[in-house]
């Protein structure tokens, strides 16, 4: 099994261009999210899905987008590029939870710079 | 604001001297986890805590679970130099929407 796999590993935009970071799993696990890394700021959740055709918003859902067609697949799209989302994206996936959160399993990362 | 409070943000230990971080928050916690991230990596999942007043171990790791399933620890006895990383907690609380929080983390620096 490869896991959970993020591409590309590093992406440098401009301010207002957009773009989508590829995230796919496979293990087949049916919960799915997006997390932003910033220094002292922890990992914070922007979008999550639960299952293919269901998603839902995060701490930090704004200038982003997702859609889950499939099992295997979690795209996040950024709408318009600004400074503030210069980050570390990770991808994270698990089983579906029953009582509280499962072990989650996350990508290797995209290290994203927006000048 | 942040949910999940972890303390402290940064500590530099001598090799052999131990360890602790915390995760506090205000809210009855349904269960909570703990990552390990080493520099340049990413959160590998570590443990994860359910039942009130839980203790854990894994080698020189203790994890435990408050009596109120508000707070938690994580304790390495005798760092080595292979400790090194960011520590988070994360965990998941009816008040969250079941949403899994993670705490701000804590940087361990070990010195050999």
């Known amino acids: 099994n490869a896991g959970v796999t993020q591409t590309p590993k590093f992406q440098v935009l401009k301010t207002g261009q957009s773009m989508t970071l590829q995230c796919a799993q496979d293990?087949?696990?049916?919960?799915m999210s997006w997390y932003r890394q910033d220094p002292g700021m922890g990992l914070r959740l922007i979008h999550y899905?639960?299952?293919?055709?269901?998603?839902d918003q995060g701490e930090v859902p704004n200038g982003y987008n997702v859609s889950r067609s499939t099992t295997e697949d979690f795209p996040l799209r950024l709408l318009s590029a600004a400074p503030s989302q210069t980050s570390v994206y990770f991808c994270a996936s698990s089983y579906r939870q029953i009582y509280g959160a499962r072990e989650q399993f996350f990508g290797p990362g995209t290290r994203l710079t927006v000048l | 604001g942040q949910q999940v409070m972890q303390i402290p943000q940064y500590q530099h230990v001598q090799e052999g001297e131990d360890f602790t971080t915390y995760c506090n928050s205000s809210?009855?916690?349904?269960?909570i986890q703990w990552y390990k991230q080493r520099p340049g990596g990413h959160p590998v999942f570590l443990i994860q805590?359910?039942?009130?007043?839980e203790v854990k171990k894994q080698k020189r790791l203790t994890f435990q679970f408050g009596e109120a399933k508000k707070n938690s620890s994580l304790h390495i006895t005798a760092t080595q130099t292979t400790d090194v990383g960011t520590y988070f907690c994360?965990?998941?609380?009816?008040?969250?929407?079941?949403?899994?929080?993670f705490g701000a983390g804590t940087i361990l620096r070990v010195k050999s």
């Open positions: 809210t009855t916690l349904s269960n």
């Open positions: 899905s639960v299952g293919a055709g269901i998603t």
């Open positions: 994360a965990a998941t609380s009816m008040e969250y929407g079941n949403k899994l929080v």
């Open positions: 805590l359910v039942k009130s007043g």
């Open positions: 293990m087949n696990h049916e919960y």
